[in-house]
C-alpha cells in the first residue's frame, strides 16, 4: 500500500476528517487532499504532523515490508503473550485515541 492509500485508510478508521486533520496537523487540507489521491508525494517535514495526529510513527505512515508488523503491532502482542491485558487496553486505546 502506498502512502496516500495508507493515510486515507488510517484516517478513515479513525473517523479524522481531511478538515479535522489539516486542523490538527497545520497541512493544508488542499495539500492533503492531492497527497491522499496521489497527485502529490508528502515531505517528511509535512508528514511528522500527519503522523502525530493520526496516532502513528513516521515509519508507520511510511510503511513497511509486506508481513512485517508496526511497532504497535508488535507491542500489542507482545503484551497478549505475556497476557498483560491492562497493558493491551492501554496501547489499543492510545493508539485509537481512546480516553
Given amino acids: 500500500m502506498d502512502i496516500s492509500r495508507r493515510m486515507k485508510a488510517l484516517r478513515e478508521t479513525q473517523g479524522i476528517s481531511l478538515t479535522e486533520l489539516a486542523r490538527q496537523s497545520g497541512v493544508s487540507r488542499a495539500y492533503l487532499y492531492l497527497v491522499e489521491n496521489g497527485d502529490s508525494q508528502p515531505t517528511l517535514r509535512k508528514l511528522k504532523p500527519i503522523a502525530t495526529v493520526l496516532g502513528v510513527t513516521l515509519h508507520d505512515l511510511l510503511g513497511n515490508e509486506e508481513g512485517e508488523l508496526s511497532a504497535i503491532e508488535t507491542q500489542i502482542i507482545d503484551a497478549l ?7 493491551v487496553m492501554k496501547l489499543v486505546s492510545k493508539h485509537m485515541k481512546i480516553p
Fill in 81 to 87: 503473550r505475556s497476557q498483560d491485558y491492562s497493558l
